[in-house]
């Protein structure tokens, strides 16, 4: 395989996988709006799992290996990636898993939950914005 071939079967799986956890943070921010109704009228009847692990960093890297995000972002934009993935790390995601557990359980207030997991939406909903920019600068 030549080097521009290998350059391009490089880029093209990046890209694909890049938008792929883009789509994921979709899932995660409507995961985060249902889970939010259900508190609001204490509905404990909730089975999101939010798995920010699976995903966080498994396409990103490759991007980041390759020097690619260098090429294409300014040193603002990867350091906001990087508290992007710090953020979508194992333990958040076991702090509102737990904190979802604990409601459920009674040991937790609905206005706590609640606080939390408004507060994780609005981060995420950031975070959309701020990747699809990023993505627009890469693709461009």
Request: charge should be positive.
């Given at each position: 395989?030549?080097?521009?071939?290998?350059l391009l079967?490089?880029?093209?799986?990046?890209l694909?996988?890049?938008?792929?956890?883009i789509c994921?943070?979709y899932?995660?921010?409507?995961?985060?709006k249902?889970?939010?109704?259900k508190i609001t009228?204490?509905?404990k009847?909730?089975?999101y799992y939010?798995?920010?692990i699976?995903?966080q960093?498994?396409?990103?890297q490759?991007?980041?290996?390759?020097?690619?995000?260098?090429?294409?972002?300014?040193?603002e934009?990867?350091n906001?990636l990087?508290?992007?993935l710090?953020?979508?790390?194992?333990?958040?995601?076991f702090?509102?898993n737990?904190?979802?557990?604990?409601?459920?359980?009674g040991?937790?207030?609905q206005?706590?939950?609640?606080?939390?997991m408004?507060f994780?939406?609005?981060?995420?909903?950031?975070?959309?914005?701020?990747?699809?920019r990023m993505?627009q600068?890469?693709i461009?």
């Amino acid at each position: 395989m030549s080097f521009c071939q290998n350059l391009l079967s490089t880029f093209i799986g990046a890209l694909l996988g890049f938008i792929f956890s883009i789509c994921l943070f979709y899932f995660t921010n409507k995961w985060a709006k249902k889970a939010i109704e259900k508190i609001t009228v204490n509905d404990k009847d909730v089975f999101y799992y939010f798995n920010y692990i699976g995903y966080q960093r498994l396409f990103i890297q490759t991007y980041f290996q390759q020097g690619f995000l260098y090429e294409k972002l300014n040193p603002e934009d990867i350091n906001l990636l990087d508290t992007i993935l710090n953020h979508m790390g194992q333990g958040i995601e076991f702090y509102i898993n737990n904190s979802m557990q604990r409601w459920k359980e009674g040991a937790m207030d609905q206005k706590d939950v609640l606080r939390i997991m408004t507060f994780e939406r609005d981060n995420i909903e950031k975070y959309i914005k701020e990747i699809h920019r990023m993505k627009q600068k890469i693709i461009s």
